[in-house]
């Protein structure tokens, strides 16, 4: 042993602190992946980087036809299948077919979500409700099902896709802001609950990302657009070396720490100054359409939907909205 990395030495010590902090990989190969939500965006791409490490991927969604055309191009065995997040039945029916077809579920990944960009007192009550049963009841369902067989077999990763709108309040879209809160409560309450048992737990946090979903919406000043690759490989190295929280990208993390300390007056200044304040104030509703009605119904409109009732210079809506 050198001399340096002695016990009781400072550089020893620093050495096992590092040994400790960096756990070796654990490999994805063979194991079993079942992500909601995931015949298209971040779901499709997290889908598609485990896939490539040698995972057995079955992808659930409400567009069943969607999640079977693109589980087939994935490499190795994959499924592609239907389902409800919303419907305990279709969850159950999900992880049954999973376990069926591709063996005893390793992780779970509660990523199906949708987003509603209005105004607080503009959005419908069943929207609002279906956002709440889809971003939050979805993933309580979800870990409902798949935790226990974990813990009889005492191993297993579920990991929970929030947002960065589980930290920070977001003008113009606070209904799914309420959820992410809640599915990064949840998740570090149940984290504590799952001590010992041998099952991890994680919750991601990316930002603005490259999806239908954030269509119409652009980021603040030096805020760059993840791009669904990035969220990808953050899975990947999440399942490798587990971690609780994630952040895409992880220099996120520090930002979203500092803030999390200063007074309420700096932080706000701070939003101004990054322009997070107006991250989505300029909504180009025009180019959301699409995305609005698919997320209200579940499905994509079968035509282009009319564009918004207002004069085209009006298109371009202020509301105030930061980064997810
Ligand atoms: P997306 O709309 O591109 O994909 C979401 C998928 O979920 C769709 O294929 C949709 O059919 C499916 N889905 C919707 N409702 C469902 C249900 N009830 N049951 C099963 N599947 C259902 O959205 P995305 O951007 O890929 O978002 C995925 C997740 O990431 C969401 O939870 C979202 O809140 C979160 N997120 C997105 C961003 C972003 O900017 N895109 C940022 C942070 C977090």
New binding site residues.
């Given amino acids: 042993m050198a001399r340096s990395q002695r016990p009781g030495s400072l550089m020893g010590v620093m050495a096992i602190s590092r040994r400790r902090s960096k756990p070796p990989r654990r490999p994805l190969t063979g194991r079993v992946v079942a992500i909601?939500?995931?015949?298209?965006?971040?779901?499709l791409a997290m889908a598609r980087a485990v896939a490539a490490r040698g995972a057995r991927v079955s992808i659930?969604?409400?567009?069943a036809e969607?999640a079977a055309a693109e589980a087939a191009k994935l490499p190795g065995d994959a499924a592609g299948l239907e389902?409800?997040?919303?419907d305990p039945d279709s969850f159950k029916r999900f992880l049954d077919a999973t376990e069926e077809r591709l063996g005893p579920l390793d992780v779970l990944v509660n990523?199906?979500?949708?987003?509603v960009v209005l105004p607080f007192l503009e959005a419908e009550e069943s929207l609002t409700r279906r956002e709440i049963d889809?971003?939050l009841h979805?993933v309580i369902t979800g870990m409902r099902l798949a935790l226990p067989g974990m813990q009889r077999r005492r191993t297993g990763h579920v990991v929970n896709?929030?947002?960065?709108?589980g930290k920070v309040g977001v003008p113009g879209e606070a209904v799914?802001v309420a959820t992410?809160h809640a599915v990064v409560g949840l998740s570090e309450a149940v984290r504590v609950e799952l001590r010992g048992t041998g099952v991890e737990l994680s919750v991601m946090?990316?930002?603005?990302?490259?999806?239908?979903?954030?269509s119409g919406m652009s980021a603040g000043r030096g805020v760059k657009i993840?791009e669904?690759q990035e969220v990808g490989t953050a899975l990947v190295d999440a399942l490798e070396r587990p971690r609780f929280e994630i952040y895409v990208p992880a220099s996120l993390s520090g930002l979203l720490r500092l803030a999390a300390v200063l007074p309420r007056a700096a932080r706000d200044a701070m939003n101004r100054f990054f322009q997070t304040d107006q991250i989505a104030t300029k909504v180009d509703k025009t180019a959301r359409a699409a995305?609005a009605a698919?997320?209200s119904s579940?499905m994509p409109p079968a035509e282009p939907p009319a564009p918004p009732s207002v004069e085209p210079e009006a298109q371009v809506t202020e509301v105030e909205v930061q980064p997810?």
Wanted: hydrophobic share 45%.
């Fill in positions: 909601t939500g995931g015949a298209r965006g971040l779901g659930g969604d409400l567009d969607l389902l409800d997040v919303t990523n199906a979500g949708i987003m889809i971003n979805g896709i929030a947002s960065v709108a799914y992410k946090m990316p930002g603005l990302a490259n999806t239908e979903l954030a993840v669904p995305y698919r997320a579940g997810r």
